[in-house]
Nanobody, 121 residues
Framework: QVKLVESGGGLVQPGGSLRLSCAAS????????MGWYRQAPGKQRDLVAI???????NYADSVKGRSTISRDNAKSTVYLQMDSLKPEDTAVYYC???????????????WGQGTQVTVSA
């Protein structure tokens, strides 16, 4: 199976920056899209940013211009650089990857356990 482990969350003041990382490990034959979602208390999980295996990116309007998603395919790792953070960015951030374990298997979506980001003075 594929395991995703996030890191880099924490407490930051408004206007500050954080860099989240997510490393995929396990039996991986290939990884397609990788991305980040977030879920604030009492709200649904929403897309933050996504990046294809070729490097094409897409961002939620709420973070566009303040966040940058990138990936290192050799390390099976995706990053999310977040700048000019606002209190409304407070949420649990989840990493996701579309991967397959063999050349014959289907593409499945995998999720990390989540990392808390809190933006507060």
């Amino acid at each position: 199976q594929v395991k995703l482990v996030e890191s880099g969350g924490g407490l930051v003041q408004p206007g500050g920056s954080l860099r989240l990382s997510c490393a995929a490990s396990g039996r991986i034959f290939g990884i397609n899209d990788m991305g980040w979602y977030r879920q604030a208390p009492g709200k649904q999980r929403d897309l933050v940013a996504i990046i294809t295996s070729g490097g094409t990116t897409n961002y939620a309007d709420s973070v566009k211009g303040r966040s940058t998603i990138s990936r290192d395919n050799a390390k099976s790792t995706v990053y999310l650089q977040m700048d000019s953070l606002k209190p409304e960015d407070t949420a649990v951030y989840y990493c996701t990857a579309q991967a397959r374990t063999t050349i014959f298997s289907r593409w499945d979506d995998y999720w990390g356990q989540g990392t808390q980001v809190t933006v507060s003075a």
